[in-house]
């Protein structure tokens, strides 16, 4: 069975329960192996009597909806388009594929990783003898989402330093959704019982410390900064009121100057160098944010960032916003870097971990 299939079947209503009943047994059985069980219940009670079950279930469905939601626009842009080749051709062609490459190109996969594809794609066609359009809409997707595994193991979850103070960097041009993003993940880290510090570290842009302290205020979580500091000073002493006051976690906010690339390599490096000083391991996550509507602007910025620190993640906002959903598998394909959560909409619930099950599924819906 294909992906497109296999992906069909998982978010059908049963199928969903399956799927929720088997993370919460994975979630169980790793929470054993660490001593620990929150989701332990008595083994003679029905599970969905059980309300942390029934909680994880609606939270799941909750994650599906958000995908769903958060993917129409690219949904209707793309699939819409694809729908309509298939109708238009009643026979696979060199005009087909030539339509199909410049819609491919229009979402935003970029020039490279379309060209690929198309080739992976004629070859499965003419090995595979397929006549029928409507017979690629699964190599399609089966194709696309090899296009992002590539026989990897991609993880999404966020890296914690198990014997210090864990610290996220986050990385990005203005304008890009940078602060409220550390907003929104200091929310979700408080949801997880995280005792949290914002460090205000763009110390140069007018009224962004302010900005962080507000949202701070806000969330309930701890805040740190200084305006016109040297940024190193101040997440160096951001750090030591975390160690002081037993903080969980530091994220620390940075200056979002790309056009002087020296400049902010030098920045970064001194950052990364207090860092390096003060906590066991170093950071635990340097995280690039990135609009998704800035489309192949924002894969050269990833680019540039790439060029002078090293990342570990990649946090893509504002994915709602656009018609152009392909950017995901640019990214992966053109820097190699995962996407670990992804912008849906603007409150705080539509900060969500990067699924590619749930993201093929939310692209492709409508086909399925």
Same mark, same amino acid.
């Given at each position: 069975m294909g992906l497109f299939n296999k992906i069909k079947n998982m978010f059908?209503?049963?199928s969903i329960e399956e799927k929720i009943e088997d993370t919460i047994v994975e979630e169980e059985n790793e929470a054993e192996d660490d001593g620990l069980n929150p989701l332990a219940i008595d083994q003679e009670e029905p599970i969905e009597e059980s309300p942390k079950v029934e909680k994880k279930k609606e939270k799941v469905k909750d994650s599906v909806k958000v995908y769903e939601k958060g993917l129409t626009k690219s949904r209707q842009g793309?699939?819409?388009?694809?729908?309509? @080749?298939? /109708? %238009?051709? &009643?026979?696979?062609?060199e005009e087909y594929f030539e339509e199909l490459e410049e819609i491919l190109i229009m979402t935003d996969i970029g020039v490279n990783t379309v060209m690929d594809f198309m080739d992976?794609?004629?070859?499965r066609v003419r090995k595979e003898s397929i006549t029928d359009p409507s017979l690629l809409k699964e190599i399609i997707v089966d194709e696309l989402f090899i296009i992002y595994v590539n026989d990897?193991? @991609?993880? /999404? %979850?966020? &890296?914690?330093?198990?014997?210090d103070v864990s610290v996220f960097l986050y990385i990005g041009v203005n304008g890009v959704g940078k602060t409220t993003t550390i907003a929104k993940m200091a929310n979700i880290l408080k949801d997880q019982g995280k005792k949290v510090l914002l460090v205000g570290a763009d110390t140069f842009r007018a009224g962004a410390v302010e900005q962080l302290r507000e949202w701070s205020e806000k969330i309930g979580v701890g805040f740190f900064g200084k305006e016109e500091s040297d940024p190193a000073s101040v997440v160096y002493d951001g750090i030591v009121k975390a160690k002081d006051e037993e903080y969980d976690v530091v994220l620390v906010d940075t200056a979002g100057r790309l056009q002087n690339k020296?400049?902010?390599?030098?920045e970064l490096e001194k950052i990364n160098k207090v860092i390096d000083s003060l906590v066991d391991g170093g950071a635990s996550e340097t995280l690039l944010v990135i609009d998704a509507t800035t489309g192949q602007n924002g894969i050269s910025q990833a680019k540039a960032f790439k060029e002078i620190t090293n990342i570990t993640g990649i946090v893509l906002t504002k994915l709602d916003g656009t018609a152009k959903g392909g950017i995901v598998l640019a990214i992966k394909e053109s820097i190699g870097i995962p996407v670990k959560y992804i912008g849906l909409g603007e409150t705080k619930d539509d900060l969500v971990v990067f699924d590619i099950?749930?993201?093929?599924?939310?692209?492709?819906?409508?086909?399925?």
């Amino acid at each position: 069975m294909g992906l497109f299939n296999k992906i069909k079947n998982m978010f059908k209503k049963d199928s969903i329960e399956e799927k929720i009943e088997d993370t919460i047994v994975e979630e169980e059985n790793e929470a054993e192996d660490d001593g620990l069980n929150p989701l332990a219940i008595d083994q003679e009670e029905p599970i969905e009597e059980s309300p942390k079950v029934e909680k994880k279930k609606e939270k799941v469905k909750d994650s599906v909806k958000v995908y769903e939601k958060g993917l129409t626009k690219s949904r209707q842009g793309f699939v819409s388009k694809l729908a309509n @080749l298939t /109708n %238009k051709y &009643n026979k696979v062609t060199e005009e087909y594929f030539e339509e199909l490459e410049e819609i491919l190109i229009m979402t935003d996969i970029g020039v490279n990783t379309v060209m690929d594809f198309m080739d992976r794609l004629r070859d499965r066609v003419r090995k595979e003898s397929i006549t029928d359009p409507s017979l690629l809409k699964e190599i399609i997707v089966d194709e696309l989402f090899i296009i992002y595994v590539n026989d990897e193991v @991609l993880s /999404n %979850k966020l &890296n914690f330093n198990e014997n210090d103070v864990s610290v996220f960097l986050y990385i990005g041009v203005n304008g890009v959704g940078k602060t409220t993003t550390i907003a929104k993940m200091a929310n979700i880290l408080k949801d997880q019982g995280k005792k949290v510090l914002l460090v205000g570290a763009d110390t140069f842009r007018a009224g962004a410390v302010e900005q962080l302290r507000e949202w701070s205020e806000k969330i309930g979580v701890g805040f740190f900064g200084k305006e016109e500091s040297d940024p190193a000073s101040v997440v160096y002493d951001g750090i030591v009121k975390a160690k002081d006051e037993e903080y969980d976690v530091v994220l620390v906010d940075t200056a979002g100057r790309l056009q002087n690339k020296v400049n902010l390599m030098k920045e970064l490096e001194k950052i990364n160098k207090v860092i390096d000083s003060l906590v066991d391991g170093g950071a635990s996550e340097t995280l690039l944010v990135i609009d998704a509507t800035t489309g192949q602007n924002g894969i050269s910025q990833a680019k540039a960032f790439k060029e002078i620190t090293n990342i570990t993640g990649i946090v893509l906002t504002k994915l709602d916003g656009t018609a152009k959903g392909g950017i995901v598998l640019a990214i992966k394909e053109s820097i190699g870097i995962p996407v670990k959560y992804i912008g849906l909409g603007e409150t705080k619930d539509d900060l969500v971990v990067f699924d590619i099950e749930k993201y093929i599924y939310g692209l492709f819906k409508d086909m399925m």
